[in-house]
């Protein structure tokens, strides 16, 4: 086998809730994180030219300021010395965007790179590079939905969720995720989401009443940002949305959706132009030890 092609699905936060400030300066976090069907394509070729890596969209980094790029160099020094590698990202995820796009390239290039060198590295081994580079690259790793904790890196993979068709919009606006934290530290918005009864709901395969408690902290962060927040909501809402919510650091915004229908009629209706619209559905676990 001398190439492999790799799906790498985005993910949401279905809740977001900050503990405190770790010792090392990240934020500790409490989240439900959940895969979806939105996702780039990776095409890894076995070369011997060292690490290329190139991107279906102009102006996103092709060196190790690429996450996908430092996988292969972090898996390559550890485990295959001198290994040689193109990397190519069909990039679908929108860059920047609280979707976790250049992390699940990462994780998707660490279980390709394992597969197509048979390297047989396990799941402890892989989740170790995985933490090396990123906090939300572990759980790019499985995908499904899973409580994170920690600064995001620390997993108790749930059960899958019931498919739940979604919109996602995401205003053209870009935040950096450290200065969304820096802004928090700075407003510390008081919202009680009950993390605990929101694992349990999935754990026991219940219904989930999306308007009890699921929430993000960060949202308000980011709204206060960027304008463009509250208006997607309530855009969303009057499309049938029965629930929306900020995903990660932003600024992307999810509204859950009666069904399919809906969700594909309100991107073919979505009145701003600027905005990326995806209508997709949660994604189940893909990837087993
Ligand atoms: O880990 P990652 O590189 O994705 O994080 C990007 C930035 O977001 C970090 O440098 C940090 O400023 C902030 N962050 C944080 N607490 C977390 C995750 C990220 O403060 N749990």
Redesign the pocket.
């Known amino acids: 086998m001398d190439q492999i092609a790799v799906r790498a699905p985005a993910k949401i936060n279905l809740a977001l809730d900050i503990k405190g400030l ?1 010792a090392d ?5 409490e989240t439900i994180m959940q895969s979806v069907s939105l996702c780039d394509h990776i095409y890894l070729k076995k070369t011997n030219r060292g690490i290329k890596l190139t991107n279906s969209v102009p102006g996103l980094p092709e060196d190790n300021h690429n996450l996908a790029y430092r996988a292969a160099e972090l898996i390559f020094n550890q485990y295959y010395r001198n290994g040689s590698i193109e990397i190519h990202i069909d990039k679908k995820i929108p860059v920047a965007a609280g979707l976790a796009g250049g ?1 699940t390239d990462s994780a998707a290039v660490i279980k390709g790179i394992n597969l197509l060198f048979g390297l047989g590295l396990d799941y402890p081994q892989l989740l170790e590079l995985a933490r090396a580079i ?3 690259v572990p759980f790019c790793l499985k995908g499904g939905t899973a409580f994170a904790y ?3 890196d620390q997993l108790v993979q749930l059960p899958d969720l019931k498919k739940t068709w979604l919109v996602l919009v995401t205003p053209p606006k870009e935040v950096l ?2 200065v ?3 802004q928090y530290d700075l407003i510390k918005p008081e919202l009680t989401i009950p993390m605990e009864d929101l694992k349990g709901i999935i754990k026991n395969g219940q219904n989930i009443y999306w308007n009890e408690g699921w929430n993000n902290v960060l949202e308000p962060v980011t709204a206060g940002l960027i304008g463009d927040i509250t208006e997607i909501k309530e855009m969303l809402k009057e499309m049938g949305a029965i629930f929306t919510m900020m995903s990660g ?1 932003g600024p992307t915004v999810f509204g859950v959706m009666p069904d399919r229908e809906q969700a594909e009629q309100a991107c073919q209706k979505w009145p701003r132009s600027t905005d990326s619209v995806f209508p997709v559905y949660t994604y189940k676990q893909d990837f087993r030890e």
Do not use: K, M, N, P
């Not at 300066?25 to 976090?29: D, E, I, R, S, V």
């Open positions: 770790q300066g990240y934020h500790q976090l992390s990123g906090s939300d920690g600064r995001g995720t450290a969304v934290y820096q650091s």
